[in-house]
T-cell receptor, first 112, second 118 residues
Framework: GENVEQHPSTLSVQEGDSAVIKCTYS??????FPWYKQELGKRPQLIID?????GEKKDQRIAVTLNKTAKHFSLHITETQPEDSAVYFC???????????FGGGTRLMVKP | DAGVIQSPRHEVTEMGQEVTLRCKLI?????LFWYRQTMMRGLELLIY????????DSGMPEDRFSAKMPNASFSTLKIQPSEPRDSAVYFC????????????????FGDGTRLSIL
């Protein structure tokens, strides 16, 4: 099955700095890559997603880049704010498994 | 529009008791997923349905767990008998389409049920 690894597991940045979270996957047939943000005690919420026919997608302060050859994709958050503090999960949809596989999560802390 | 609705939000019960978690899909969605989240194991897919039919239940931990979709908009996850190690947050999520090769749609999560088995 699909194997998704997410790094780092924790990330602490100063307000205004950028944050980057990276995920690698194993199945080259994977074609959909969403990112979820989960605040403490809340549900995971989709913040951005990318499909395999696109290399980069941006939405205001967040962007995702995809390298299909290397089988990795990254979440970039610029000008971080304290309200960005949360756990971020990447996920990969594999046609072989016909399901989403989630990474282990990254706890992002933005210090004011 | 109403999102995915789960009930109860919190459940505390003694081991050995039957627990039933409920989920109402977003109108128009036809795929339903049950996840379990713990600190140790992260977010695990337990089972998913497409058009009311269970497609993959390989994540269901034991025979004590069962899930049903009696109609297109509602699902239950039952644990009988419950054990302390079942304590976790259980999320239900729905998406508009999950046919094989038909396209990959975002999953929308409910607020979860925090289950504590004493």
């Amino acid at each position: 099955g699909e194997n998704v690894e997410q790094h780092p597991s924790t990330l602490s940045v100063q307000e205004g700095d950028s944050a980057v979270i990276k995920c690698t996957y194993s199945d080259s047939a994977s074609n959909y890559f969403p990112w979820y943000k989960q605040e403490l005690g809340k549900r995971p919420q989709l913040i951005i997603d990318i499909r395999s026919n696109v290399g980069e997608k941006k939405d205001q302060r967040i962007a995702v880049t995809l390298n299909k050859t290397a089988k990795h994709f990254s979440l970039h958050i610029t000008e971080t704010q304290p309200e960005d503090s949360a756990v971020y999960f990447c996920a990969v949809f594999s046609l072989a498994g016909n399901m989403l596989t989630f990474g282990g999560g990254t706890r992002l802390m933005v210090k004011p | 529009d109403a999102g995915v609705i789960q009930s109860p939000r919190h459940e505390v019960t003694e081991m050995g008791q039957e627990v039933t978690l409920r989920c109402k899909l977003i109108s128009g969605h036809n795929s339903l997923f049950w996840y379990r989240q713990t600190m140790m194991r992260g977010l695990e897919l337990l089972i998913y349905f497409n058009n009311n039919v269970p497609i993959d239940d390989s994540g269901m931990p034991e025979d004590r767990f069962s899930a049903k979709m009696p109609n297109a908009s509602f699902s239950t996850l039952k644990i009988q008998p419950s054990e302390p190690r079942d304590s976790a947050v259980y999320f239900c999520a729905s998406s508009p389409n999950r046919g094989l090769g038909s396209g990959n749609q975002p999953q929308h999560f409910g607020d979860g049920t925090r289950l504590s088995i004493l």
